[in-house]
């Protein structure tokens, strides 16, 4: 592990050389993309409804919008990285900026349902292209002791979109319509795309990996045991979280606090992430990621409980419940991440990578079956999200002789 790390090390501070000496504010136009990109990726859940009625499809379909982007991410986020390894980083930014900038454009003025979906896998497109990258890159711009922060930073730039941007498209939508809300995420993007051609250096690119080898790192049987983890998780996640406003309604959250839960969703994911990460370095990831599923599973059987008592429901307990769910959905990434370069650190950025793609493969996976269930139920989503999570639980206890 320590010569993967130096040759990491020598690497980086080759690349370093060349620039001046930057601290964190040459890595916040990154978390700006970032920021766009978790926008982009959630926001539909937002409005889900809207849209459905906008496009005249059930809202079942709709969902799929979100399935397509999704299975989209997690297929060709090796593909693109492999395809353009060797492409100067700044200009490989920009570029994945200004795709998702025209592929939410014309998402916003989709006249169909096809059209729609052919615009979000462009999306998917820009988006894949734009995340590993701001990641790598964030670790070269800045003096090598900043470097975790700097990471910090760039995946702060996706909590927040959880945390203001998708209320924030709540209530562009709310008050000026779904298409205002995508147009939005276009003009975000667009802007973060410009900040960085201004002020980001150049960064050249990266040997090429093939791609042969990058899928290689799954047959490492620490890695095999993970990964399966993250899908499980993701689906028990998303299983009614694409499906959120009927959902909240079922709960008896009106539409005018809508935003507002989305809020608590949000807030929630950045303690999730944060708590996590410090959970993992004081207790180690086994015990985190226990304590996460236990509350997932509580939480989507506690909604569950809710849909089905067709009772008033206190709103401060159902913002608690938000909260709760937004953590243990983000909880999960920094612990799994953790076991994937303690279980394999020769090949820790290739594992990482395909652990983003796990988790966009959950994100499909699970919106697709709430598509499938969702005529049965408000009660009957959020019961299956919960005994997803709760199987997921079981896994992980049973592979952990495999995995640290």
Known sequence: MSNSVNSLDRLLSAEYSTLKSRGLGSVLVLALGTFAVGTDAFIVAAFLPAMADGLRVS????????????????????????????????????????????????????????????????????????????????????????RGRALAVVIGGLTSATALGIPLGNLASHWLGWRAALAFVAAVSLLAGVCILLSMPKLAGNPRVPLRRRLAAMRHPGV?????????????????????????????????????????????????????????????????????YIIMTGT???????????????????????????????????????????????????????????????????????????????????DLGGGVAFLALIFLRRTLSATP
């Open 59 to 146: 809202t079942a379909m709709a969902g799929q919008s979100l399935t397509v982007f999704a299975a989209t991410y997690a297929l060709l986020a090796p593909v693109i990285a492999t395809l353009t390894a060797q492409m100067p980083r700044r200009a490989l930014l920009v570029a994945a900026l200004t795709v998702l900038a025209a592929a939410n454009f014309v998402s916003a003025l989709a006249p169909n349902f096809s059209v729609l979906i052919a615009s979000r896998i462009l999306a998917a497109i820009g988006a894949a292209s734009f995340t590993p990258t701001a990641g790598a890159a964030s670790a070269a711009l800045v003096r090598p002791e900043l």
């Open 224 to 292: 095999r045991a993970v990964l399966p983890l993250t899908v499980l998780g993701m689906v028990a996640c998303y299983t009614p979280y694409a499906y959120s406003v009927p959902m909240l309604h079922a709960v008896g959250v009106p539409a005018t606090t809508i935003a507002v839960m989305f809020f608590m969703y949000g807030l929630g994911a950045v303690i999730g992430s944060l708590f996590s990460g410090y959970a993992t370095d004081r207790w180690g990831p086994a015990p985190a990621l226990t304590v996460t």
């Open 300 to 382: 989507l059987v506690g909604f569950g409980w809710l849909a089905a008592s067709n009772s008033p429901q206190i709103q401060i307990f159902v913002g608690l419940l938000m909260l709760l769910w937004g953590a243990s959905s983000w909880a999960q990434t920094p612990a799994q991440q953790h076991r994937l370069i303690a279980a394999a650190p020769q090949e820790a950025p290739l594992a990482i990578s395909l652990n983003s793609s796990a988790i966009y493969l959950g994100i499909g996976l699970g919106t697709s079956l709430g598509g499938v269930a969702i005529p049965a139920g408000a009660s009957l989503l959020y």
